[in-house]
């Protein structure tokens, strides 16, 4: 009974001070890094790379101007072409959080990662794990 009292107070401390608090998602995709593991598109047609220069799972976005991906975050111009298996230029709209994706990046003079190119990873990718031999 303590402990639910403490909860409620550290819960309701977080509404007042404005922070967010959000319990483990589960079913939140693993990351992805080509360190582990390969990625194989069943079909995939000619525009889509044997391999991606990074893969990765959006966590976040802000609109317009960048994403979030496995923990860092990433921006793209109006001009960055978004490839999917259905359409050779896709959107930016069509990524949503969850979605898995290959792309190329370059840092700026910021130090800013800078997408160049991003195609959205289906549901129908294999990924294997990558062995040195």
Do not use: C
Request: glycine share 10%; no cysteine.
């Amino acid at each position: 009974m303590k402990n639910l009292k403490l909860i409620q107070v550290i819960l309701a401390s977080a509404l007042i001070s404005g922070v967010a608090i959000a319990a483990p998602n589960t079913n939140t995709p693993q990351e992805i890094d080509l360190d582990d593991v390969g990625v194989v598109i069943p079909n995939a047609p000619s525009y889509y790379p044997v391999e991606f220069q990074r893969t990765g799972v959006v966590r976040g976005q802000e609109p317009g101007r960048g994403l979030v991906i496995s923990g860092l975050n990433y921006f793209y111009g109006t001009n960055t072409p978004v490839h999917s298996i259905s359409s050779k230029f896709a959107s930016v709209g069509n990524i949503t959080i969850g979605t898995k994706l290959g792309f190329s990046f370059v840092l700026d003079d910021l130090g800013r990662h800078l997408l160049t190119e991003i195609w959205i990873i289906p549901d129908t990718a294999i990924f294997t794990e990558e062995t040195d031999q």
